[in-house]
């Protein structure tokens, strides 16, 4: 079984300036999708970027970019130019591309991130 | 736009009662999802339904039952709620059933049980 591992409970960054959130996954599989999501107080999951391990260039997306590590099995997401409506749980996760395991995203268990103004 | 609804929003049980968690859809996705998100723990998969007609277990299926009752409608049934079970629920959809398919979340709904 797959098992994601963020290692940082919370972390805290100073508007404007950027902050790298880690992630980790165990998986024995060589195709397969990361995703990072964020859940800000109303509870709402929203996706905020996807990478797909066989692509090897770095996926983007405006101020969010990640460091997808396949040897590693590393996917650390980059947040640049932090805002305040940046404050929010981020959870990393991982979903295999084919089989019985791509029935359900494996979440980590999630990293507070705080902006202070 | 309403997306994926979920009532209730919050909901107090007595050990052994019953209740059921509604979920609903309008973006006309084929695969609907129910999880529960637990302190430190991330969301796990409770059941998933892949297609109208058809549901599986996921990660922690005890303790519960599902209904697909029609494309837009994915039910969450606690029989005989447990403390246990106390964590807040969100219900999930995609358009298809593949490994990269977006998944679009529901507010989610508080359940303690006491």
């Known amino acids: 079984a797959q098992t994601v591992t963020q290692s940082q409970p919370e972390m805290s960054v100073q508007e404007a300036e950027t902050v790298t959130l880690s992630c980790t996954y165990d998986?024995?599989?060589?195709?397969?999708?990361l995703f990072w999501y964020k859940q800000p107080p109303s509870r709402q999951m929203i996706l905020v970027i996807r990478?797909?391990?066989?692509?090897?260039q770095n996926a983007t997306e405006n101020r969010f970019s990640v460091n997808f590590q396949k040897a590693a099995k590393s996917f650390s997401l980059k947040i640049s130019d932090s805002q305040l409506g940046d404050a929010a749980m981020y959870f990393c996760?991982?979903?295999?591309?084919?089989?019985?395991?791509?029935?359900?995203?494996?979440f980590g268990g999630g990293t507070r991130l705080m902006v202070k103004p | 736009n309403a997306g994926v609804t979920q009532t209730p929003k919050f909901q107090v049980l007595k050990t052994g009662q019953s209740m059921t968690l509604q979920c609903a859809q309008d973006?006309?996705?084929?695969?609907m999802y129910w999880y529960r998100q637990d302190p430190g723990m991330g969301l796990r998969l409770i059941y998933y339904?892949?297609?109208?007609?058809?549901?599986d277990k996921g990660e922690v299926p005890n303790g519960y039952n599902v209904s697909r009752l029609n494309k837009r409608e994915f039910s969450l049934r606690l029989e005989s709620a447990a403390p246990s079970q106390t964590s807040v629920y969100f219900c999930?959809?995609?358009?298809?059933?593949?490994?990269?398919?977006?998944?679009?979340f529901g507010s989610g709904t508080q359940l303690s049980v006491l």
């Open positions: 999930a959809s995609s358009e298809a059933y593949r490994g990269g398919e977006k998944l679009f």
């Open positions: 998986t024995s599989e060589s195709d397969y999708y």
């Open positions: 990478q797909e391990a066989y692509k090897q």
């Open positions: 996760a991982y979903r295999s591309a084919s089989g019985v395991s791509s029935n359900m995203l494996t």
């Open positions: 973006m006309n996705h084929n695969s």
């Open positions: 339904s892949a297609s109208e007609g058809t549901t």
